[in-house]
């Protein structure tokens, strides 16, 4: 069935310093790749997406990469700040016979000032 | 964006009893909408997708009959968690989707945690 895989579980830097979070997904008509941000005890917040026609995109000190061919993607966040302390969903989503969206186990991302 | 909520935000019950869970687009219509489960520390499982006038779609393991799911308008879908028990204590969180080019977009529910003694 279908799948994500996403690692690290759990990622520890220090302020100031790069975060990666690298997925992979097995369904190949996934086209949407959304990352989200959750903190404890509340609903998952979409920080950054991507679609399958593109290769890369950035928002500020977050950025993603896809490579469909692969079926990796992967989210970095630059110049992490103690509030990006959080865990971080990866999912991929299709739209062929229905929206469907599988997220990835989670990584749990602390940041140390 | 679009704007999910979801009452109670919190309920606690006996085991055996039944619970019932809203989910409403506030000011948009939704005529797919999903129910996930989240366990703490683990990820958010889709449970089952509810679809306004028809039966919800359930994934393989979620049993229909102990989580009834109603999609009764445009805006609101509802999940009865019946004779609930102790394993069902979990964070509940609904999802809507707002249809768009290339793909559709998904908002989620602040969640419902339910907690069964």
């Known amino acids: 069935g279908e799948n994500v895989e996403q690692h690290p579980s759990t990622l520890s830097v220090q302020e100031g310093d790069s975060a990666v979070i690298k997925c992979t997904y097995s369904?190949?008509?996934?086209?949407?790749f959304p990352w989200y941000k959750q903190e404890l005890g509340k609903r998952p917040q979409l920080i950054i997406d991507?679609?399958?026609?593109?290769g890369e995109k950035k928002d500020q000190r977050i950025a993603v990469t896809l490579n469909k061919t692969a079926k990796h993607f992967s989210l970095h966040i630059t110049e992490t700040q103690p509030e990006d302390s959080a865990v971080y969903f990866c999912?991929?989503?299709?739209?062929?016979?229905?929206?469907?969206?599988?997220f990835g186990a989670g990584t749990r991302l602390f940041v140390k000032a | 964006g679009a704007v999910v909520s979801q009452h109670p935000s919190w309920v606690i019950c006996k085991s055996g009893t039944s619970v019932k869970i809203e989910c409403r687009s506030l000011?948009?219509?939704?005529?797919?909408m999903f129910w996930y489960r989240q366990f703490p520390k683990q990820s958010l499982m889709l449970m089952a997708t509810?679809?306004?006038?028809?039966?919800?779609?359930?994934e393989q393991g979620v049993e229909k009959d102990k989580f009834l799911i109603n999609h009764a308008s445009l805006t609101l879908s509802t999940l009865t968690v019946t004779s609930a028990h102790p394993e069902d204590s979990s964070f509940y969180i609904c999802?809507?989707?707002?249809?768009?080019?290339?793909?559709?977009?998904?908002?989620f529910g602040p969640g419902t945690r339910l907690t069964v003694l």
């Open positions: 999802s809507a989707i707002v249809s768009g080019e290339p793909t559709d977009t998904q908002y």
């Open positions: 369904d190949s008509a996934s086209n949407y």
């Open positions: 991507i679609r399958s026609n593109v």
């Open positions: 999912a991929a989503s299709r739209n062929t016979g229905g929206f469907k969206t599988i």
């Open positions: 000011d948009f219509q939704a005529t797919t």
């Open positions: 509810s679809n306004e006038g028809s039966k919800a779609t359930y």
